[in-house]
């Protein structure tokens, strides 16, 4: 790979990684079923014409396909990393909710569940049980197990991250469902640099 599609491929490979991140921190917001295909899709279809044009690759063959995969990858693998803050978070917060609803003592010197101190003395039995309830049900506690514990409850379709709504298809109904918003999401990056190129290269007799 020469200097231009190293530069095409980190470029569309960092605007990836930054949708991705921006999408996880949505999340905790606000998420729609479909969203991560339809912005990853765009995003990385766009910069990757772009960059396609700005170098002179327009008429490259197989390096936009196989940037645009890695590119759409990062996006998802950085969401997910994301994703898996906010898991840690809603528990830790949901716990110390939960402490100072039944607690007395807690209601006397914390003025709410809300309060950091009350959520930094939680957060830490908090998140090693956690770690043991996500060990025991998938084996494992790296980000792909805990991505799985997480599909346990399905896809979600629309809501913030605490009440959102969900469709119950379980771990593997979620992994089909990430697949095929992955592969939405580079159809539609290869599209947008397909009619791109359609309309910039000269027409060959």
Do not use: C, K
Request: hydrophobic share 55%; net charge positive; proline share 4%.
């Amino acid at each position: 790979m020469g200097a231009r599609a190293a530069f095409v491929g980190l470029a569309t490979i960092a605007t990836g990684l930054v949708v991705g991140i921006g999408l996880g921190w949505l999340s905790w917001l606000v998420m729609v079923i479909g969203l991560f295909a339809l912005v990853t899709g765009l995003a990385v279809g766009i910069v990757l014409a772009a960059m396609l044009v700005a170098t002179g690759r327009l008429d490259a063959r197989w390096s936009p396909r196989v940037i645009a995969v890695l590119a759409v990858l990062v996006a998802w693998s950085a969401m997910q990393v994301i994703e898996d803050r906010h898991l840690t978070e809603g528990v830790v917060r949901a716990e110390a909710a939960r402490r100072w609803r039944t607690t007395e003592e807690l209601r006397a010197v914390y003025q709410d569940a809300d309060d950091p101190g009350l959520v930094q003395l939680v957060r830490a039995p908090t998140e090693a049980h956690l770690h043991d309830d996500i060990f025991s049900a998938t084996g494992g506690d790296d980000l792909l197990h805990r991505w799985w514990y997480r599909a346990q409850a399905g896809v979600r379709l629309a809501g913030p991250w605490a009440g959102s709504r969900g469709l119950p298809i379980g771990p593997w109904g979620a992994s089909i469902w990430a697949l095929a918003d992955n592969i939405l999401a580079v159809l539609l990056a290869l599209t947008i640099v397909r009619r791109l190129r359609r309309r910039m290269l000269p027409v060959r007799p």
